[in-house]
Structure formats: structure tokens, C-alpha cells
């Protein structure tokens, strides 16, 4: 088999050089022996149109997507899954008798970082507070939907954002203010950070925690750094967090198994590469 023919998957962004899903794609290929390849492609937005719809006749087998094109590999599908469908965004695709098949796997990849942390999580519901309303928010918001939390007030700092929201997603979705949140904190069970507040080079993410409940849990999708100033504060409250590292580590999981047939594990080894490559 020439190198060219070797089964190769790619991640879709622009920009895209700061994607980690290779080091993640390339560390199971060469853990499960598969002989194939995962690599970076960057495509602009004024493109992605006509390179999906001619995806079938190019080198990949199969693709992620990232920002800023999930809505636009949404449009371009032939068929969409219902959690993609649900979202109106996608982040997998394949190619099924030629056809463009795509699939959203953040609100999975989501639920299972939690569900490897926090035994029972969402068995009791509560209300929850997501912070942020935009892609990502949109992942947390359908996978909380789907555990049962109620309500699960998004807060968002342009609050039509939010309230674009409760229009996609229905009850319980209820969309609130940043003036809010010290209120809404006081019965919350569950806090998620999906703005990019925290993450490295941005601002970080200030809330005071003391009128929280115990028992209340804090988790952000931010992962660089793994513990941002919001997990920070948790910890020293005594709250329970989750980090967001597992998040991008679980929604990987199904396209390489889409892709190469072996259903890859989330590891601490899996963990510890990405973490040093940061
Ligand atoms: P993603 O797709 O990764 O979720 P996004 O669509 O750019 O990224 O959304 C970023 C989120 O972070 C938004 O909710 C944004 O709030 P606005 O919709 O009001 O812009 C939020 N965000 C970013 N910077 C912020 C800041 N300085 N203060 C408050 N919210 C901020």
C-alpha cells in the first residue's frame, strides 16, 4: 500500500494548527496497531461549501470539524443524526455509499467526561446554570436537557444569544443575566463554564462561590489550562470539579471508531500526552 492510500482522517477548521485531535487520533492508530492517519486540514470559510460536497472524491475517509464550520457541515450532510440534528451542528462525518453522513458528538463527550468523574451524574437533576451561549454552550445545554436537570438557566452576556437558546431547546431552558447568577447560584446543583473566560491569554472567570451549595458541582469546558481560575475557586470552596480535558478526549471517541472499526479508551495515558504537548 502506497503512503497516499493509507486510510487517512482529517480535522476541519480555521484556523486549525492549534488542533489537538491528531495527537489523540495518532496515539490510538498506534496503540491499536491500525495502519492510518489523522492530520490537519485547513479550509476557509468561503470553502467549505464546495470541499464538502466534494468530499466523496477526496483523500479522507472520514472527517472531524471544528470551528468555525459545524453549522456549515450541518447544511452540507446528506443525512445528520438526531443529536446533530438537535443541535443544528456538526463535528463528525463519513462517508456512507458515497453519501455525507454527519454526527454531533460534543454533548456525548460531554456527558461521559462527567459520567468517568462522578458516579450518578444527573441522577438527581436540580436546576443548573450553564455560563455562555454559544457552540459549545449549545452541546451542554441539549446533554443536560437530556439527563434532566431543570431548569438549566443559561447565562450569556448579549442575552439574546441565551434566549436563542430557549427557542431551540424549549423548557427547561431559561435564559438569564451575568446580574443574575448570584441568585441562581444559591439552589444550582450543577455550574458549567462554556465562555471562553479562563482559557490561557483570555480573562478569567470571576464568581464568588460562597452562597453555593455544598454539594454543588463545578466543571469547565476550557482544558488549558486544566485547572482555570472557576475550577481554582471550586476547589478551594470544597466543591467537587471536573476538568474539561475529557470532554475533547470522549467526543473523539465514536468517529475513530466510525473510521477505523476499533472503539478507542480514554486513558490517563491519553490524558498525560495531550497535557504534555501543552
Ligand atoms: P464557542 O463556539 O466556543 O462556544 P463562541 O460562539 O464564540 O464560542 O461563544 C463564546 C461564549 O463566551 C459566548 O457565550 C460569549 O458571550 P457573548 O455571546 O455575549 O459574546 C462568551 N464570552 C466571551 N468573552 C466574554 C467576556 N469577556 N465576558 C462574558 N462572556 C464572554
Redesign the pocket.
Do not use: D
Given at each position: 500500500m502506497s503512503a497516499s492510500k493509507i486510510p487517512t482522517a482529517a480535522v476541519l477548521g480555521w484556523p486549525i494548527k492549534h488542533s489537538r485531535s491528531p495527537l489523540i487520533h495518532r496515539h490510538w492508530l498506534t496503540r491499536y496497531g491500525i495502519e492510518g492517519d489523522y492530520v490537519r486540514h485547513a479550509v476557509a470559510p468561503e470553502e467549505i461549501g464546495e470541499f464538502l460536497s466534494g468530499f466523496a472524491g477526496g483523500p479522507f475517509i472520514g472527517a472531524n470539524v471544528t470551528?468555525p464550520h459545524k453549522e456549515a457541515a450541518f447544511a452540507a450532510v446528506a443525512k445528520a443524526d438526531a443529536v446533530a440534528t438537535a443541535l443544528g451542528a456538526v463535528n463528525t462525518l463519513w462517508l456512507e455509499k458515497g453519501d455525507l453522513i454527519g454526527s454531533n458528538t460534543d454533548a456525548l463527550g460531554f456527558l461521559a467526561n462527567l459520567d468517568q468523574y462522578v458516579p450518578d451524574f444527573g441522577a438527581g437533576g436540580g436546576p443548573a446554570i450553564v455560563?455562555?451561549?454559544?457552540?459549545?454552550?449549545r452541546a451542554v445545554i441539549h446533554a443536560l436537557k437530556t439527563r434532566g436537570f431543570a431548569p438549566v438557566y443559561v447565562v450569556?452576556?448579549?442575552l439574546d444569544?441565551a434566549e436563542a437558546m430557549v427557542t431551540r431547546f424549549g423548557p427547561p431552558v431559561v435564559a438569564a443575566t451575568?446580574q443574575d447568577v448570584p441568585g441562581l447560584l444559591k439552589e444550582a446543583t450543577l455550574l458549567v463554564n462554556?465562555?471562553?473566560?479562563g482559557m490561557e491569554g483570555?480573562?478569567p472567570l470571576e464568581i464568588d462561590l460562597e452562597p453555593v451549595q455544598d454539594t454543588m458541582l463545578v466543571t469547565d469546558i476550557v482544558y488549558a489550562p486544566l485547572e482555570t481560575p472557576l475550577l481554582k475557586a471550586a476547589r478551594v470552596r470544597g466543591l467537587a470539579t471536573v476538568d474539561g480535558l475529557g470532554m475533547l478526549l470522549h467526543q473523539a471517541a465514536p468517529g475513530f471508531e466510525r473510521w477505523f472499526g476499533v472503539r478507542p479508551e480514554v486513558t490517563d495515558e491519553l490524558r498525560r500526552i495531550i497535557l504534555s504537548d501543552m
Open positions: 470551528v455560563l455562555g451561549a454559544g457552540g459549545a454552550a450569556n452576556r448579549s444569544r451575568w462554556t465562555t471562553s473566560l483570555q480573562p
